[in-house]
């Protein structure tokens, strides 16, 4: 009989469904988009979503991107392994969520508002570069009490690591940080990903408030400059970055932080902490893949972090889970989406 879990990852963000397509520049210059990014939608963008399902043969996907982390780690642990929490409406496409969910083996604790529908993400898929458009709706309206209700406190407390990803920023800075405080006085682990470039650059003095309690905070190079960026660093080295971040002051002085930067194709560099301000740097090269065997680069970060947090759970160290995430994140942009194959496959390594 396999062995099952005890809910040991706990993740918290925005749950949401993805309205995938194939477009073309023309798309992306009639909502105003970049090929390559992620941003929240305004009124000029609520017609993106219908105008993918009508004339791009969209695809729904459930998505938010630590709910696709949440279900990618789950595809590596034992049953009953993961548990996410978020909000979303009392209609179809919240249930359509939680069955994908339930189907992915993830157990899901959603807040339900009474009057926001569902949260979207339009994602137009040109080439290999995927951009990100986002109408938060019910996803905006989590609350901490619903974080603090007993049944799911109970399951904060069962967890021994929180991973939080950094489009929470926008929505509950009070849930973030109450699961820091808790992670630092239990010396638990908690990770926070920075998710998009627009987190640091509009929303630095919420990510700065979650700061002192990141035992290990991940980005791609993109976020990794915008972060210097906002924060005048005054370099562009990602070393030196991650440096930067590593230094700054903890809650839990027992976990040195580590800071983990993805390169896309490139290797990634780990930043590990050390005792007295030393700093230990890894680099860790990604599994090889074709070009040609490359069908959806959408959720390979989420990907990325699901394998990583499944490594850490399974207590591998952090030179390891990089390499599991990067098993993870290899197959799924081999599907369409934040998806992984079926039936699943066993991590191994390069």
Same mark, same amino acid.
């Given at each position: 009989?396999?062995?099952?879990?005890?809910?040991?990852?706990?993740?918290?963000? @925005?749950?949401?469904?993805? =309205?995938?397509?194939?477009?073309?520049?023309?798309?992306?210059?009639?909502?105003?988009?970049?090929?390559?990014?992620?941003?929240?939608?305004?009124?000029?963008?609520? $017609? %993106?979503?219908?105008d993918l399902l009508q004339n791009h043969d !969209?695809?729904?996907?459930?998505?938010?991107?630590?709910?696709?982390?949440?279900?990618?780690?789950?595809?590596?642990?034992?049953?009953?392994?993961?548990?996410?929490?978020?909000?979303?409406?009392?209609?179809?496409?919240?249930?359509?969520?939680?069955?994908?969910?339930?189907?992915?083996?993830?157990?899901?604790? +959603?807040?339900?508002?009474?009057?926001?529908?569902?949260?979207?993400?339009?994602?137009?898929? &040109?080439?290999?570069?995927?951009?990100?458009?986002?109408?938060?709706?019910?996803?905006?309206?989590?609350?901490?009490? #619903?974080?603090?209700?007993?049944?799911?406190?109970?399951?904060?407390?069962?967890?021994?690591?929180?991973?939080?990803?950094? +489009? #929470?920023?926008?929505?509950?800075?009070?849930?973030?940080?109450?699961? $820091?405080?808790?992670?630092?006085?239990?010396?638990?682990?908690?990770?926070?990903?920075?998710?998009?470039?627009?987190?640091?650059?509009?929303?630095?003095?919420?990510?700065?408030?979650?700061?002192?309690?990141?035992? =290990?905070?991940?980005?791609?190079?993109?976020?990794? %400059?915008? +972060?210097?960026?906002? #924060?005048?660093?005054? &370099? &562009?080295?990602?070393?030196?970055?991650?440096?930067?971040?590593? !230094?700054?002051?903890?809650? @839990?002085?027992?976990?040195?932080? &580590?800071?983990?930067?993805?390169?896309?194709?490139?290797?990634? =560099?780990?930043?590990?902490?050390?005792?007295?301000?030393?700093?230990?740097?890894?680099?860790?090269?990604? #599994?090889?893949? !074709?070009?040609?065997?490359? @069908?959806?680069?959408? $959720?390979?970060?989420?990907?990325?972090?699901?394998?990583? !947090?499944?490594?850490?759970?399974?207590?591998?160290?952090?030179?390891?889970?990089?390499?599991? $995430?990067?098993?993870?994140?290899?197959?799924?942009?081999?599907e369409l989406g934040p998806s992984y194959p079926?039936?699943?496959?066993? +991590?191994?390594?390069?």
């Amino acid at each position: 009989m396999a062995s099952t879990g005890n809910y040991e990852l706990f993740c918290l963000e @925005n749950p949401l469904l993805d =309205i995938q397509g194939v477009g073309d520049a023309k798309l992306l210059e009639k909502y105003g988009l970049k090929a390559n990014d992620a941003i929240l939608a305004e009124e000029k963008h609520m $017609g %993106l979503y219908e105008d993918l399902l009508q004339n791009h043969d !969209a695809k729904v996907i459930a998505g938010g991107a630590a709910q696709n982390t949440a279900r990618g780690a789950q595809y590596i642990l034992p049953p009953n392994s993961v548990v996410y929490v978020g909000c979303v409406g009392k209609d179809k496409y919240g249930q359509m969520l939680k069955d994908i969910c339930n189907e992915a083996g993830l157990r899901v604790e +959603y807040r339900y508002d009474e009057e926001q529908p569902t949260g979207r993400c339009g994602v137009v898929i &040109t080439g290999h570069d995927r951009s990100l458009c986002t109408d938060l709706a019910a996803a905006n309206c989590y609350k901490p009490e #619903h974080l603090k209700s007993p049944e799911v406190w109970k399951l904060v407390e069962q967890a021994k690591i929180y991973y939080v990803g950094g +489009y #929470h920023l926008t929505v509950s800075v009070p849930a973030i940080l109450d699961l $820091g405080e808790e992670a630092a006085a239990k010396d638990k682990l908690f990770i926070l990903n920075l998710s998009a470039p627009f987190i640091a650059q509009f929303f630095k003095e919420q990510l700065d408030s979650t700061s002192p309690y990141w035992d =290990i905070l991940i980005g791609n190079e993109t976020e990794a %400059l915008a +972060y210097a960026e906002s #924060h005048a660093l005054g &370099t &562009t080295d990602l070393k030196e970055i991650a440096k930067a971040i590593v !230094a700054l002051p903890k809650k @839990n002085t027992k976990r040195p932080r &580590t800071v983990i930067i993805t390169q896309g194709l490139d290797p990634s =560099i780990a930043v590990i902490g050390k005792e007295g301000g030393d700093v230990e740097i890894v680099e860790v090269p990604v #599994h090889a893949i !074709a070009k040609s065997q490359i @069908n959806d680069t959408n $959720g390979a970060g989420d990907a990325f972090a699901g394998g990583f !947090a499944a490594g850490l759970v399974e207590g591998k160290s952090i030179k390891e889970s990089i390499d599991l $995430g990067q098993w993870l994140a290899k197959l799924s942009i081999q599907e369409l989406g934040p998806s992984y194959p079926q039936p699943k496959q066993t +991590y191994s390594s390069k």
